[in-house]
C-alpha cells in the first residue's frame, strides 16, 4: 500500500523567512496530494492541494510543486507570520479511485518567531 | 452551511467498556471516512462509506472496531471492550463523492481509556 515520509518533523523560522516541508510517496498510481494545517486541538484544514497532471500550484503565499517522476512533494510558505504557526501534513490518494482515503505524513510542526 | 459535527467532544471510559462516537457529515456529501489520530501522529485510515454502505473497511484494527451509516448520512462509530492503546482522537470527514474529491474534517472526539 501507500506510505508518506514527510520531513522534518519540526521547523523553526523567524517571521518573513521562507518555509519548505517536504513529502515522498511511493505508491506510483497515487494522483492527488493535499495539505493540510491543524492547529492545537483544531480540526484539520485544507489549505492547497495538486493532482498529478500539474507541476505547481499557487495561492497567494503558498505553494505546492510535484515531481512525479521522483514520487515527491513539497510545500512552500513565503514570508512566514505567527499565524502560520500549526501543524502541517502532507498526504496522498488516488484521485477518481474507488476509495479516495487519505495517507497521511506525520506531519511537521511549524514555529514562526516573531 | 454547517461544516462536519461529531460528538462528543470528549470522552472518558474505563478498559473493557463500549463506546460509540457519532459523525454528522455536510448535508448532500455521499462519502464519509474515518480516521484515527494519535499524540504527534498524522490521521490514520479506518473506514469508507459511501452512501450507507461501507466500502472500504481496511483500516479497521481489528473486531473490536464497527462502524454504520444506516441511512447514508450521520455515522456511527462503535468500540468494544475498549483497550488503552485505543486512546486517540477519532476524526470524522466527508467529501461530496468519495472519488478524491475534497475531504472536510469534523473536529474529532478525544477517546481517553482508563
Known amino acids: 500500500g501507500e506510505n508518506v515520509e514527510q520531513h522534518p518533523s519540526t521547523l523553526s523560522v523567524q517571521e518573513g523567512d521562507s518555509a519548505v516541508i517536504k513529502c515522498t510517496y511511493s505508491d506510483s498510481a497515487s494522483n492527488y496530494f493535499p495539505w493540510y494545517k491543524q492547529e492545537l486541538g483544531k480540526r484539520p484544514q485544507l489549505i492547497i492541494d495538486?493532482?498529478?497532471?500539474?507541476g505547481e500550484k499557487k495561492d497567494q503565499r503558498i505553494a505546492v510543486t510535484l515531481n512525479k517522476t521522483a514520487k515527491h512533494f513539497s510545500l512552500h510558505i513565503t514570508e512566514t507570520q505567527p499565524e502560520d504557526s500549526a501543524v502541517y501534513f502532507c498526504?496522498?490518494?488516488?484521485?477518481?479511485?474507488?476509495?479516495?482515503?487519505?495517507?497521511f505524513g506525520k506531519g511537521t510542526k511549524l514555529s514562526v518567531k516573531p | 452551511g454547517a461544516g462536519v459535527s461529531q460528538t462528543p467532544s470528549n470522552k472518558v471510559t474505563e478498559k473493557g467498556k463500549y463506546v460509540e462516537l457519532r459523525c454528522d457529515p455536510i448535508?448532500?456529501?455521499?462519502?464519509l471516512y474515518w480516521y484515527r489520530q494519535s499524540l504527534g501522529q498524522g490521521p490514520e485510515f479506518l473506514i469508507y462509506f459511501q452512501g450507507t454502505g461501507a466500502a472500504d473497511d481496511s483500516g479497521l484494527p481489528n473486531d473490536r472496531f464497527f462502524a454504520v451509516r444506516p441511512e447514508g448520512s450521520v455515522s456511527t462509530l462503535k468500540i468494544q471492550r475498549t483497550e488503552r492503546g485505543d486512546s486517540a482522537v477519532y476524526l470524522c470527514?466527508?467529501?461530496?463523492?468519495?472519488?478524491?474529491?475534497?475531504?472536510?474534517f469534523g473536529p474529532g472526539t478525544r477517546l481517553t481509556v482508563l
Open positions: 470527514a466527508s467529501s461530496l463523492n468519495g472519488r478524491g474529491a475534497e475531504q472536510f
Open positions: 498526504a496522498a490518494s488516488i484521485y477518481g479511485g474507488s476509495q479516495g482515503n487519505l495517507i
Open positions: 448535508s448532500g456529501h455521499t462519502a
Open positions: 495538486i493532482r498529478s497532471n500539474v
